[in-house]
């Protein structure tokens, strides 16, 4: 049992175990937590947990006196009237929170009474995304007292085969490392934690434990040159497609930098580190053209160059020199740079099969030439007319995030947030490897067209080294004996066709043998899946497909019980006299970066 | 390898076997006007059984179209394409195609390859899976020619010489050293040979057992029937 200053913890954190099952990429994760109450009196005892940013509860409980209290999923305006009677009586925020850049901090509370215990329970699963060539599970871990029985199980089951698995726990010493058990045969793997009393110690006779980080795990699956993995369970499928051995195709990148007075100091100087970086990095195919601006903009030698050593060198020392000053203007500079591709393909300077890109870096709003939001997306988006993906990485705490994602989605791209820290300079860089090696263009993938019906997204701009493509989508026609699926390409020099083909019975008849399986897998990846790609579209869509995909995703997130933005899960706290209640809210991305503690502040939800 | 030619209009055939070692490269077809060149790469068994002949096959093909700036290395485990620097890598256990104007490259998965360029010529490499455990066998390729009719006079090569027409002229057929397999005379470019009537297999459609093709057999590696001997068509690389 756990001691504090020689005296027994009147709360003990008996058990803890934190078990995982991921198939075809999708993680079921289930948190159970067992507290006793070792006191003569009724203490609180608190549940607290960091999940993925990407990921969705989906089930939450608690067990006191043999009885269960489980959280319901509710339409989220539903959910805040009833918690409005909780809000009333003088009760604290939601239950869920933004923690740092990648994780949710869920966080709920209970009396216990004297000698009782209470077992939480949460659910949540994520579909895991190939970044940079590898799927990354990332479990926090940070009971806060020496627990009896600490477990953590991670069960993997890829039908491709498994390339690689790595695991890696920040808190682990290096003679620890051996606590963790690792096994991989093929198609599964299992990845197993249970420290010992002793081995949680921070030191011999003390009652501080090391758990406290992060325990991730990192893996890719077999790949070749083939149209993917598909799977087929209970009438869904799943289309897995990144494939292997493809050259890269050339690609022009017009850099778009903020160097307005707010980027003075740390910003500008860790953004010229990482163009730097970025710029020694390029393909020497590849072209690329820097604008910086502030209220003026300039263009770095007013056209595109192709990286060879001789212009990457220049462009260096050109970045070197660029400082901080004047406002932000931030419509000219994007107009700016649709005009410089334009004008490169009309000289006939750039490959004719070539993926062309706007890197826009920003650390604030728009305050000089035109600085309505709307009007600057409007004004993108015709000129850059679906030619040019733009990306916008929105640096710092004052940046208007919203504006920025909405201008990337439009055009084919994706905003990025941009952490204030030490490792901005990675974070730029990172951001940029996701996107230096583009593979494919205009990625088509079809299926029998009678035979399925609500197909997530099937066709992509681009496939880039080291992402995925997934699509998935329900079987309606039940004589189906086999799945055939094409995929429809460009690679850098000729058009590709991949094809495969799947056996209903026969594919449905290996995963059901799959003990790691929980049986509706691929239901409920397309389901998460269908989710994620309409909250995305609800982003930058007109009001009236906006209510048409809010009506589709609130649907699906009830019938499937998925946290999501337009849901809440209602949790009743069991108290001795009263039930309150209390509601776990999905944060949003655009919602304010919480700048970082300060001594002397107290903030919970930040690190 | 094993190599079967149609002659007199498609009416009958000719087959020879080409012995070489494994390891060796052979020309199988250059048209020097088009700049395509195919060459083959020949492999043995997995082991040689003292005093029995060696069989060899064709392991790897290269061809070449320069014209196009492409080429294809085609081997038992894989099928590279090659175009300038740029290189894209299949796998036999892939159904797929590629196409770059009219150049394409078809895949049935773990079957075979078919490469077609526009209307000028198409070829099929037929993949022979052997059991991997077997002691003796291993994994082969066949190449066979579909159209050749736009590649030029001047093609040569071991197959290349014969898309153009070979009239061959049979007579005197006389019973043979073996029962059933009658021996005859044969006059072609200028030589007369004796040959022997036998089957050949052609594996395009049936890939396990392959369709009997009935042809005279050319003793001594073709010889008079081929342009000078084997190794003369021996080449340094597969492209």
Known sequence: STEEHGKKRDLEIHAMKIESKVSSRFAHTVVISQVLNRANVSKEAFFEIELPKTAFITNFSMTLDGVTHVGVVKEKEV???????????????????????????????????PNKKVIFELTYEELLKRHLGAYEMQIRVKPQQLVNHFQIDVHIFEPQGIAFLNVDANFLTNNLTSIVKKTLTGTKAHVSFKPTLEQQRKCPDCHETILDGDFIIKYDVNRDLSAGSVQVVNGYFVHHFAPANLARIPKNVIFVIDHSGSMSGTKMRQTNEALVKIL??????????????????????????????????????????????????????????????????????????????????????????????????????NVADGKYNVYCLGFGYDVNYNFLEIMALENNGVARRIYEDSDAPLQLQGFYDEVANPLLLDIEFQYPENAISESTQANFKHLFAGSEIVVAGKIVDNSLDYLRADVIAKTANENLTLQAEVKISGAENITQQQQYIFGDFTERLWAYLTIQQLLEKRISAETDEKKNLTDRILELSLKYSFVTPLTSMVVTKPEENKNDTFVADKPSEDEKVARPSFPGHSMVDSD | PHFIISINDRSDAICFNIDGKPGAILNVVTDPSTDFVVNGELIGEKKIEKNVKMNTYFGKFGIVNNQMDMKVEVSTKMITV????????????????????????????????????????????????????????????????????????????????????????????????????????????????????????????????????????????????IDGIPTDYVVTSLF
């Open chain 1, 280 to 381: 020694g990095d390029m393909d020497t195919k590849d072209h690329f053209g820097i604008i910086i601006f502030d209220d003026n903009i300039d263009t770095w030698k007013d056209t595109i160059f192709q990286a060879t050593l001789e212009n990457v060198f220049e462009a260096k020392k050109f970045v070197k020199t660029i400082s901080a000053r004047g406002g932000t203007n931030i419509n000219d500079a994007m107009v700016k740079a649709v005009r410089l591709l334009d004008k490169a393909y009309q000289d006939k300077q750039l490959p004719e099969r070539s993926v062309s890109m706007i890197i826009l870096l920003t650390d604030g709003h728009p305050n000089s030439g035109e600085s309505n939001p709307t009007r600057i997306q409007q004004n993108v988006k």
């Open chain 2, 82 to 225: 090659f175009h300038g620097e740029d290189k894209i890598i299949f796998p036999w256990s892939s159904t797929a195609s590629l196409t770059k104007e009219s150049f394409s490259i078809s895949i049935a998965k773990e079957k075979n390859l078919t490469l077609t360029m526009g209307d000028d010529a198409t070829f099929v490499i037929v993949l022979h899976r052997v059991w991997k455990n077997h002691p003796l066998h291993r994994d082969f390729l066949g190449f066979y020619t579909l159209d050749s009719h736009r590649l030029s006079n001047r093609t040569h090569g071991l197959l290349g010489q014969f898309y153009r027409e070979v009239n061959a002229e049979i007579y005197n057929i006389r019973p043979g050293l073996d029962q059933g397999k009658p021996d005859a005379t044969m006059i072609v470019k200028g030589h007369k040979l004796r040959v022997t009537r036998g089957y050949q297999k052609d594996y395009r459609l049936d890939p396990k057992r392959g369709t009997n093709i009935p042809c005279w057999f050319v003793h001594y590696n073709g010889k008079g029937f």
């Open chain 1, 79 to 113: 959910a805040q009237k009833q918690y409005q009677q909780a809000v009333s009586r003088g009760q604290t925020a939601g239950l869920v929170k933004v923690s740092g850049r990648k994780m949710e901090k869920f966080k709920v509370s209970v009396n216990i009474g």
